[in-house]
C-alpha cells in the first residue's frame, strides 16, 4: 500500500493535470494521493475549489484527497489561513516548512506544529527538539521527503521524532511525472533517513493508512 499525501499540480507548480496525477498515483499501486497545492491569501478559494473537482473527477479508480500546502505565509497568518482552508472544505492541511533550500521565515515551523488543525509540517529542515516535542503533542506528522534539497535534512528530522515520538510520514513533494514514489523507492527514503523496519513501516503505510482513515 502506498500513500503519498503531498504532490502538486498545474493548480500551482506542478507539471500535471489532477487526473493525469490521479492516474500516475494509481498506475504505480497508491492507495491515495493528496492534491496540495501551494496557497497563501491570493489563491486558496480557487485552489481549494479545485482540488475538491479533481477528487471528484477520479473518485471511480483512486482516492484523491484534497487538501493544501500553506506556503511562504508569515507565521502570524498561518493559523488564519489553516481555519480558512478548513472551512473551504480542505480535508488535509500542509504546511511548507523551514526546509534549508528555500528563504521561509523563522518561526514558520514553530506555528504550524502548535496548531492541530495541520495534519503534516513539510520538510522541517534544522527542526528544534522542541518544536518536535510540539508537533508530538498537537498530532501534526513530520514529513521525510523524496524532493531533492528539502530532503538533506531527512536524518535530523527522522532522528528527532524518532526519540521524541512525533509521526513521521514519507512523501514524494511530487511536481513532475518522475516525482511520485512507488512502495520500493519511498521504502529506500524512509532507510536512507535512519529509520529501522519498524519505524519505516509505521512511515510508511500504518500512519498514513490511519490519518487517511480518519478523514
Known amino acids: 500500500m502506498r500513500y503519498d499525501l503531498h504532490a502538486h499540480t498545474l493548480i500551482s507548480d506542478g507539471e500535471l493535470l489532477p487526473a493525469e496525477l490521479a492516474a500516475r ?4 499501486g497508491h492507495s491515495a494521493v493528496a492534491i496540495t497545492d501551494h496557497v497563501d491569501m491570493t489563491n486558496i478559494d480557487s485552489a481549494i475549489g479545485q482540488a475538491l473537482r479533481a477528487a471528484e473527477l477520479v473518485e471511480d479508480y483512486i482516492r484523491v484527497i484534497p487538501g493544501v500546502e500553506i506556503t511562504h505565509v508569515p507565521p502570524s497568518k498561518i493559523n488564519g489561513l489553516v481555519e480558512r482552508a478548513r472551512r473551504l472544505g480542505a480535508e488535509i492541511v500542509v ?4 526546509t534549508l533550500v528555500e528563504p ?3 518561526g514558520t515551523n514553530r ?13 522541517p529542515g534544522a527542526i528544534s527538539p522542541a518544536d518536535v516535542e510540539a508537533a508530538a503533542a498537537n498530532n501534526v506528522a513530520l514529513e521525510i521527503t523524496g524532493r531533492k534539497g528539502h530532503s538533506l535534512a531527512n536524518g535530523h528530522v527522522a532522528r528527532l521524532a524518532a526519540s521524541l515520538g512525533a509521526e513521521m510520514l514519507v512523501n514524494s513533494d511530487a511536481h513532475a511525472p518522475g516525482d511520485l514514489m512507488d512502495a520500493d523507492r519511498a521504502g529506500a527514503v524512509a532507510l536512507g533517513a535512519g529509520m529501522d523496519e519498524r519505524l519505516a513501516h509505521r512511515a510508511l503505510e500504518a500512519f498514513p493508512a490511519e490519518l487517511v482513515r480518519r478523514l
Open 25 to 28: 498515483a494509481m498506475v504505480s
Open 95 to 98: 504546511v511548507h516548512g523551514e
Open 104 to 106: 521561509v521565515a523563522a
Open 111 to 123: 506555528m504550524a506544529v502548535q496548531n492541530p488543525e495541520v495534519d503534516i509540517l513539510a520538510h
